[in-house]
C-alpha cells in the first residue's frame, strides 16, 4: 500500500505558542515527500515525526512572510549536512526570488545537495510528477501568495476475477490497459468490461489568502484540504483587512467544494482554546474536521467509490 498523509509539524501563524511552533507540513504521497512553509523551527519539529530531512523529495513555498519560510536556511542546510544524493525541487512565487536567494545562503555551509530551483511564474502553473500533477494558484494576500493542489488523474482497477473469466493474463493485461480493449479469439474485450473506474485522490494546500477564485480552484473536490484560518469571526473585519480567512469562511469554502477532509491551521496567538475554531467551522462544515495540532499526523480519507459504470 501506498502511504498518502499529512504530518504536521507547527501549526502557529505570525508568533509561536508554548504549544505551536511556527508553520510546517509535510505530505507524503507515494514517492513524493513535500515539506510545505517550513517556519523557524522546521528542522527541530521533522526529529518528533517520521519524516527526516533525508526523505524529503520536493519543498513549496506558499509566499515570503517569515512565519512560512524561515526555516528554509536549515532544512535546505541540513541536506548538504546529511548528503542527499537525489535532487530536491523547489518551489516559490517568482517574485520572492530574491528573498530565496538570501535564505538559500543565509550563512557559509559546503553545499553538496543538489536543489532545483523551479519558481512559481504564473497562476495556474502545473508540474508533472510521476503520481500525478501539482498545480499552483494565485491567492489573496499583501504580497505574491500561491497555493498547491496535487491532482491524481483518475484511472482504472482491474477486476482480476473478470481478467480470469476472459483467460487474460500477462502482457495483455497491460496492453488491455493501454489500448482500452483487446482482441481475443475473435471477440474484442474492452477495458471497462474487466475493471472499475479508480477515481483520482486530491490533495490541496491553501494558506494565508483572502476569500479568492484561487482558493475554490485549489480546494474542489478535495479529499484532505489543508486551509488556514487565522481567525475568528469575531475579526472578520480584520481578517479581510490583512488577507486571512476565519474558521467560518475556511468551512463554507469546504463545504461548497465538495471537501472530504478538511484541516485547519495556521492559527493566530490571540486564540487560546482551539475548540472555538472547531465550533466555529462545524457550523458550516459537516464532513471530516481537524483541528490541527502540532507533531500530528493525517491520513488521506480511503479513496471515493466510483460511480457505477
Ligand atoms: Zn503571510
Given at each position: 500500500m501506498s502511504m498518502r498523509e499529512l504530518v504536521v509539524l507547527g501549526t502557529a501563524s505570525q508568533a509561536p505558542t508554548r504549544q505551536r511552533n511556527h508553520n510546517g507540513y509535510v505530505l507524503r504521497w507515494d514517492d513524493e515527500v513535500i515539506l510545505f512553509d517550513p517556519g523557524e523551527g522546521s528542522q527541530r519539529q521533522l526529529l518528533h515525526t517520521t519524516v527526516t530531512a533525508t526523505d524529503l523529495t520536493r519543498i513549496c513555498v506558499t509566499h515570503f512572510h517569515g512565519d512560512h519560510c524561515l526555516g528554509l536556511p536549515g532544512t535546505i542546510q541540513r541536506l548538504s549536512l546529511d548528503r542527499v544524493a537525489h535532487p530536491v525541487a523547489v518551489h516559490f512565487p517568482a517574485g520572492g526570488a530574491e528573498y530565496f536567494a538570501r535564505l538559500r545562503h543565509a550563512t557559509s555551509f559546503y553545499e553538496t545537495a543538489e536543489l532545483r530551483v523551479e519558481p512559481i511564474e504564473a497562476d495556474g502553473q502545473r508540474i508533472t510528477l510521476g503520481c500525478g500533477t501539482l498545480e499552483a494558484r494565485r491567492l489573496r494576500h499583501p504580497i505574491e501568495t500561491y497555493g498547491y493542489r496535487l491532482v491524481e488523474p483518475d484511472g482504472h482497477r482491474m477486476l482480476p476475477e473478470k481478467l480470469t473469466a476472459y483467460g487474460i493474463a500477462g502482457p495483455a493485461v497491460g496492453e488491455l490497459i493501454r489500448v482500452g480493449h483487446l482482441d481475443l479469439n475473435g471477440r474484442r474485450v474492452t477495458r471497462d468490461e474487466v475493471s472499475v473506474p479508480r477515481p483520482g485522490q486530491r490533495f490541496a494546500f491553501v494558506m494565508d489568502?483572502?476569500?479568492?477564485d484561487g482558493v475554490y480552484a485549489l480546494a474542489e473536490h478535495a479529499d484532505l484540504l489543508v486551509i488556514e484560518s487565522t481567525f475568528l469571526e469575531s475579526e472578520a473585519a480584520l481578517a479581510a483587512e490583512v488577507g486571512h480567512l476565519t474558521a467560518a469562511q475556511a468551512a463554507r469554502v469546504a463545504t461548497e467544494s465538495g471537501v472530504r477532509r478538511l484541516v485547519l491551521t495556521h492559527f493566530s496567538?490571540?486564540?487560546?482554546?482551539?475548540r472555538r475554531f472547531h465550533d466555529e467551522a462545524r457550523a458550516h462544515f459537516d464532513g471530516d474536521l481537524i483541528i490541527a495540532e502540532d507533531l500530528t499526523t493525517v491520513q488521506l480519507p480511503p479513496r471515493r467509490v466510483a460511480s457505477a459504470g
Open positions: 489568502t483572502g476569500l479568492c496567538q490571540r486564540y487560546s482554546d482551539p
